[in-house]
């Protein structure tokens, strides 16, 4: 089956540092890549959809700027989180999905980010 | 707009009973439905999912779901529970017409297997 990864899979931070997560499709091309956020005995949401070679798009009250979104490649997408203060401690899951024409994400293992 | 409910945060069931997880949906459109499953320390697993075909679903590890429209429901069972069963499991609806978008999570069921 299509297997995604995110590195690192831990990361602690001090408060006003930026922190970057990747998120990489292994064995396919994605051409869409989903960013979600999991907070503790909660739901995921999502947070934004990247197109590969095209800007973001964010869900309401997901501030882009301060949640950078880059997806250079088909099979690489990266998050980073700026300026990171302890309410962004969070867990972050990406997908990715090979065409438009399918509704099946393929989700990586996650990243637990923690802010001093 | 749409939204996933699931009944209830924790269910607990004996090994070798039935496993029913409940889950009701709204959306503006003919919705694409899904369940998937999380085990602890791993990722998001599909276990099946409804996209206006037959209306009852059958998924991997003997898992199945039935879609009813009149019910805005999407059940989760399983005839007999296993050990390894125990996870925390999703409901979660499209996000679009098209289901070809970000996905909407409902908040979650743990299931908790008793030996």
């Known amino acids: 089956g299509a297997v995604v990864s995110q590195h690192p899979s831990r990361v602690i931070c001090k408060s006003g540092t930026s922190v970057k997560i990747e998120c990489r499709s292994l064995d396919f091309q994605a051409t869409t890549m989903f960013w979600y956020r999991q907070f503790p005995k909660q739901s995921l949401m999502l947070m934004a959809t990247s197109n590969e070679g095209s800007k973001a798009t964010y869900e309401q009250g997901v501030e882009k700027d301060k949640f950078l979104i880059n997806h250079a490649s088909l099979t690489l997408s990266t998050l980073t989180v700026t300026s990171a203060h302890p309410e962004d401690s969070s867990f972050y899951i990406c997908?990715?999905?090979?065409?438009?024409?399918?509704?099946?994400?393929?989700f990586g293992p996650g990243t637990r980010l923690t802010v001093l | 707009a749409q939204s996933v409910t699931q009944l209830d945060s924790h269910v607990s069931v004996s090994e070798g009973t039935p496993v029913l997880l409940r889950c009701n949906y709204s959306s503006s459109y003919s919705p694409s439905l899904f369940w998937y499953v999380q085990h602890p320390n791993k990722g998001l697993q599909l276990l099946l999912k409804y996209t206006s075909a037959a209306t009852l679903v059958k998924g991997i590890n003997g898992f199945e779901a039935e879609f009813k429209k009149s019910e805005t429901s999407f059940h989760l069972t399983k005839p007999s529970a296993h050990m390894s069963d125990a996870a925390e499991y999703f409901c979660?609806?499209?996000?679009?017409?098209?289901?070809?978008?970000?996905?909407?999570f409902g908040k979650g069921t743990h299931l908790i297997i008793q030996p």
């Open positions: 997908s990715a999905r090979v065409s438009r024409n399918t509704d099946t994400q393929y």
């Open positions: 979660v609806v499209s996000a679009d017409e098209g289901g070809a978008d970000g996905l909407t």
